[in-house]
């Protein structure tokens, strides 16, 4: 009750929702952020529409998100050594521009009509791939852009922006291909992937080169080995893959219960995920005005057990309307443990492994293709209720075996988070 109440207290004292934007390199990288997400989120939708539209077949959509997600996971480590090593705000520049050119190529093939859906895959296993260069370096960068007082905001703020954009970009994107066509919304797209570029050539971010006597695997080792080493760090990463892997995963079968499961078509279907959307907004809200409360790691690991409770109430339940409470309560602990998660890693991580460890943390976030096809597993032996409910419960379980017996985790105050050593 009393951490409640400091909760309580805090949001209803703080002023300070969008303290972060008060640093002006912040604020110019969180607007290149915004225009960038934005229109990777309106890319996925209409990656998505031509892929059926020249293939009617829903493999293929399959298809294009493992293709994109594949490359994402395998070389994050490799983007996280490259972060560590190279001037961060280059990385993002290259990375965004070649990006930009990549989508602006499938908007002109679109657009003359020689599009094929070899195109869209090979482009989207390309993107996916620089993707994993690009996020570590971004992840590096922008703790750099302001006073560490106001990270978990920062953290809070970037998270808005996924949030955010989608709900509104799908939408837009949607629009402009009914009324327009699909090549305008790849153009748009391509604008928008600039909007990071232009961002970061305006960031005073000076780069200093560290020594690299090691090779890149013996540079990847020493990061790993740091995470292997540091008990609190391999907790926060094992956090982040149940939760992409069992939590996220899950989502992926709302179509099941939405046609088989609640007997609601597709306008509940749109319901169901607007809960959870509306859910995870409010989460970063809240998780914006927490600031430095100091009980991150009660707060994380009664995040996640909330989390796993309500998917596994959501789960069981068999009405609808009653089944959309447990996912919107499920959305606000979730942004509430995992920023919490960001945060502590960001704060705790020394400067010289910050690319190294948010690659990895990359890499684990972006699990949820693969535990996917692990849920739908489950759900074509068993049934889509029984592949959320194993989930939930791993994500209860390990959340609460961890804080059961190592009182570290439990005490984990914000005030305590300074940087560890690397140790070599």
């Not at 852009?145 to 970037?158: E, F, Q, V």
């Not at 739908?376 to 959320?388: H, K, L, P, Y």
């Amino acid at each position: 009750m009393a951490i409640a109440a400091t909760i309580a207290s805090r949001l209803c004292e703080s002023t300070h929702m969008f303290s972060a934007l008060r640093y002006p390199q912040y604020k110019r990288f969180w607007f290149g952020n915004l225009f960038s997400i934005g229109a990777q989120q309106m890319l996925f939708l209409a990656q998505g529409w031509l892929v059926y539209d020249l293939t009617g077949s829903a493999l293929y959509l399959g298809y294009a998100g493992l293709v994109t997600a594949i490359p994402a996971i395998l070389l994050n480590l490799a983007g996280g050594v490259l972060a560590d090593r190279l001037d961060q705000r280059k990385v993002i520049m290259i990375t965004q521009a070649t990006t930009a050119a990549l989508i602006f190529t499938l908007a002109t093939l679109t657009a003359l009509g020689w599009v094929e859906v070899w195109h869209v895959l090979v482009i989207a296993f390309f993107s996916g791939a620089l993707q994993a260069f690009n996020n570590p370096a971004r992840q590096s960068i922008f703790p750099q852009l302001l006073d560490r007082k106001d990270l978990m905001n920062a953290i809070s703020l970037n998270s808005m922006i996924w949030q955010g954009t989608r709900i509104i970009a799908p939408a837009i994107g949607g629009v402009l291909i009914a009324f327009v066509d699909t090549a305008t919304v790849f153009y748009v797209c391509g604008f928008g992937a600039l909007g990071m570029v232009i961002a970061a050539a305006g960031l005073k971010v000076e780069h200093q080169p560290r020594p690299r006597q090691e090779g890149v695997f013996t540079d990847l080792r020493i990061g790993l080995s740091f995470i292997r080493d540091n008990f609190l760090f391999a907790f926060l990463i094992g956090m982040t893959f149940f939760n992409s892997f069992f939590g996220q995963s899950g989502l992926t079968l709302m179509p099941v219960f939405a046609e088989d499961v609640l007997d609601v078509g597709p306008s509940g279907l749109g319901f169901l995920f607007s809960a959870y959307g509306t859910g995870t907004f409010l989460g970063v809200l809240i998780a914006s005005n927490l600031g430095n409360f100091e009980h991150k790691g009660l707060l994380i690991v009664l995040g996640a057990t909330a989390f796993g409770g309500f998917l596994l109430l959501f789960a069981i339940c068999p009405y609808y309307p009653l089944a959309l409470l447990p996912l919107f309560l499920a959305g606000i602990c979730n942004q509430a443990y995992i920023i919490s998660v960001q945060s502590i890693l960001q704060l705790r991580v020394p400067d010289e492994l910050r690319g190294r460890v948010m690659g990895v943390y990359g890499m684990t976030y972006n699990m949820g293709p693969l535990g996917a096809l692990v849920a739908g597993g489950i759900a074509d032996a068993v049934s889509a209720q029984a592949a959320v409910a194993v989930g939930a419960i791993a994500i209860m379980a390990f959340a609460l075996g961890v804080a059961l017996t190592r009182s570290e985790v439990r005490s984990l105050q914000v005030a305590a988070a300074t940087p560890a050593s690397a140790g070599h």
